[in-house]
Structure formats: C-alpha cells, structure tokens
C-alpha cells in the first residue's frame, strides 16, 4: 500500500493547531522520518511494555531503554543511581546535549515513563513522538531489526533531583490536607475497577498486587489512556481542559500528584498536565498503588 | 559460537511471535469445571484459562483467552501446546519448573520479566490446583479494565 504522507502524516502544524502550552514537546511523526539521520543531534528512544517489539521491529536509528532492565535499580525499589544513567547515555550514544525522541507502544505510555525518568537525570531536551509506535507503522513507515552503534557519547554523572517531579509515600501523606481544603489535585489514573478496589479479588494476582483495594482518599479518577486518541496521538488542549479542569477539577496553578500501580500511567498523565497542559507543579507518586495499598493504616476510599 | 548466540535469541522471538500470530488453543471451553482467571489487565497482560478433567487427573479439555504482551500470550500458547500435544497429566503440569521454562523460553528475552513469561503456566496450575479441590465451574469472570 502507498501512503502519501504528505497528507496524510501528521505535521508539526497541526501538533501547533491543538493548542498546548509547550508545542514543542511533540514531534509528528513526519519530523522523526526527515531527521532519523540526524545522529549528532538527536537520538530516537524506543520504550515499550511489550520488550520484544524493539526486536521486532522498530524505527531506523532508534535505540531500546527498556524501563525494567535499563531504568529500574535490580534491588532497591527506585531508579538507577547517577553513575549507572551517565553509563547507559554514555553507551547510547548520548550527551547532556542531545535532544532524546521518545515513542513506543501503547500511546507512548512507557515512553512518557522513560521521559519522566530521564527528567529526574536532569535531562531535559526531551521530545514524544505523537501517536508513538502504532502511528508510525499504521502509516507505513519503515522499520527495521538493525540495531545501529553510535560512539559513545560523554555524559558527567548528573545529580538526581527528585524533589520536583516525584512524590514519594509521605509527600502524598501532607498532600490529603490540601486536597481536604481543595487546594490540592490528586488524580488516580488506573481503570475504574482499580480505582472502585474491585480488581485486587483475582485470584493469582501478580506479586506486584496490593493486599488492599481502593484509592487514596480524595483522588479523582481519570484513566491515563483518556488523554490520547484512537490513532495514539495526544488529543486537543481544550479537549484535555475539558478531561482534567472540567471533570477533575485540577487547577492549572495548584499541586497536582499523579499516581497509578507502579508509577508507568501517571508518568503518561504527568507528562499531559505538566508539558502540554503546563502545569507549574505536577509531580508522579511512582510508589502509586502498590505501595499506599500496602500501608499500615494508611487511609483508603473505596 | 560468537555468531551463533543473536541467531539463537531471532529464533526464539521468531517462535513467541508465531505463538502470538497464531496463538494454540485459543478459545472459550464451554463446558470446563475451572475458569481461572490470571494477571493484571492493564500491566503486562491477562489471561483466563478454560479446564476440563476427566475426573482421574487427566486433562479433558484446555483452552485460554487473553490480552498482553509478545512474552506473556507467546509463552502462555507454548505452555498450552506443550500441555495438550503432549497429553500431560495434572501432576505433569503441576510438575513443570518455572525456571526451566523461562530457560526454554531463554532468559535473555526474559531478563526479569518472569512473571510475563509465566503468567500462562502458572494460571494453569492454579485451575488443576482449584480443580483437584473439586471447587467446580467457578465460572467468576475478571472485571474487564
């Protein structure tokens, strides 16, 4: 099948027609096609739940993080220390200048997470693919299984600041006062079942389960995937003011925490309200569920 | 040898991604005594497997459904292959190792996604386990996400 792309890929115009704050943290998928050689400057990160599709087939140029294995410290429950993220930039082939292109599966919901964590590095020349890995292939572009090398790339052992971006188990604790006094956004983005407490009864839960079920008191449910359209692209600011502002009652000003189960969604919905919403204060609680249904006497609605 | 080790990890993406194109025993068993239910919707992926016994640990009748990953929907249709062509008994399947089977499966697709690429074997076990303690036609659905 021929597709024109010229018609029918998305452009960097109408990523500027949707109406967000920082347009420039898209790019359509028609940019990654024109600048995929571009090797000195960018560097195109795939980032999936589904790990073997970067084997299967992924953009030409891109490279895998895989959030588990690259991300994720194998013994304490948190990221990579410093010294372990300058390596594996170092061995991608990325400096502290390089601008990072995230896309991946199911609408660049790890791809977002991969962001945030890269954020929490320092890096900040950041971008998503919008529409992520479904786009690209449904418009027929290329893929390819050839992992390509770059030389190494310097990269200093940044400091890791996680104070602004990510709240931890007793941040979220002082947060339920503001949220009582409606000064504070709390937004749980898991599937309603999750949030209403009803999906924790299967029998073979995986291990990563909580023994309790509910929400934390006072959060507004919004599952993550309502930010994005079917074709995966991001949808319209007004349409994620009318999700966010208009049903969840978030304030573009207030303190916003996004949780989930691990961390992955609300990293998606952090990247919404913070980047094309712009929001000044949005903040991920990755302990999310697993951690606060866990919690002696933390307090639970359901 | 240097060579043969990428060709080896093509080879078994090739096999769970044939799994996953045309997946073993996929369907609803309408008449089964266990509907077993396994995994998170939204994380990784969900099955329900379908069992039937013949009531002196055989196994009558296997199927599954689900949703998920490469890793999770190709291993649970190799688990099921192996079950149903291979005619194992209850004890059989109860019997089969989980790390042996990521081995199988090969740890270097795996790395730390176990729990993906045993979430199949291990919902299985939990119908013969729910079916030996004659709990019949727990027919509990898992709540879609």
Redesign the interface.
């Given at each position: 099948m021929i597709v024109d792309r010229e018609e029918t890929g998305m452009t960097e115009q109408e990523i500027q027609e949707k109406g967000y704050a920082n347009p420039d943290a898209l790019v359509s998928t028609q940019w990654v096609q024109e600048n995929l050689d571009d090797a000195a400057n960018i560097r195109i990160v795939e980032s999936d739940?589904?790990?073997?599709?970067y084997?299967?087939g992924h953009i030409p140029n891109a490279v895998k993080v895989?959030w588990?294995?690259d991300l994720?410290d194998?013994l304490t429950r948190d990221y990579v220390d410093p010294d372990h993220f300058a390596s594996l930039m170092s061995e991608k082939g990325i400096s502290p200048e390089t601008t990072v292109i995230f896309y991946g599966d199911k609408n660049n919901w790890w791809a977002t997470y991969a962001l945030w964590v890269f954020r929490l590095f320092g890096h900040d020349k950041v971008k998503v693919m919008d529409g992520g890995r479904i786009k690209w292939e449904s418009e027929g572009r290329e893929m390819t299984q050839e992992v390509p090398s770059f030389p190494t790339a310097e990269y200093p052992v940044p400091t890791r600041d996680d104070s602004k971006i990510r709240a931890f188990r007793d941040d979220v604790m002082a947060h339920l006062k503001k949220v009582r006094e409606g000064e504070g956004g709390l937004i749980d983005v898991?599937?309603p079942?999750?949030y209403r407490g009803?999906?924790l009864h299967?029998?073979?839960?995986?291990?990563?389960?909580a023994l309790r079920g509910g929400h934390i008191p006072g959060a507004k449910n919004v599952p993550w995937a309502r930010a994005a359209r079917e074709d995966g692209t991001f949808k319209s600011a007004q349409e994620l003011r009318e999700i966010y502002e208009g049903e969840a009652g978030l304030k573009p000003d207030g303190d916003t925490i996004a949780y989930c189960?691990?961390g992955e969604?609300s990293s998606h919905t952090w990247f919404v309200l913070s980047y094309l919403l712009g929001y000044d204060n949005v903040r991920n609680y990755d302990g999310s569920w697993t951690e606060w249904g866990n919690v002696v006497r933390a307090p639970i609605e359901r | 040898l240097e060579g043969a080790k990428p060709a080896l990890r093509e080879g078994r993406i090739a096999l769970l991604v044939e799994h996953v194109n045309n997946p073993r025993h996929r369907g609803v068993l309408r008449d089964a005594d266990v509907v077993m239910p396994g995994g998170s919707p939204e994380c990784g992926g969900s099955v329900v497997v379908y069992l039937k016994g013949d009531g002196n640990g055989k196994v009558e009748g296997l199927s599954w459904r689900g949703e998920g990953d490469t890793i999770s929907m190709g291993a649970t249709s190799i688990a099921m292959e192996r079950i149903v062509e291979g005619h194992l008994t209850m004890e059989e399947v109860l019997r089969i190792d989980y790390d042996e089977f990521v081995q199988e499966l090969g740890k270097d697709l795996i790395g730390s996604r176990t729990r993906n690429a045993t979430l199949g074997l291990s919902t299985i076990k939990a119908a013969i386990r729910q079916y030996s303690k004659g709990k019949l036609a727990n027919t509990a659905e898992p709540t879609p996400a």
């Open positions: 739940e589904d790990v073997l599709l084997d299967i895989d588990v294995e994720n194998p898991r599937s079942g999750e009803e999906l299967m029998p073979d839960y995986p291990q990563e389960g189960r691990i969604r | -």
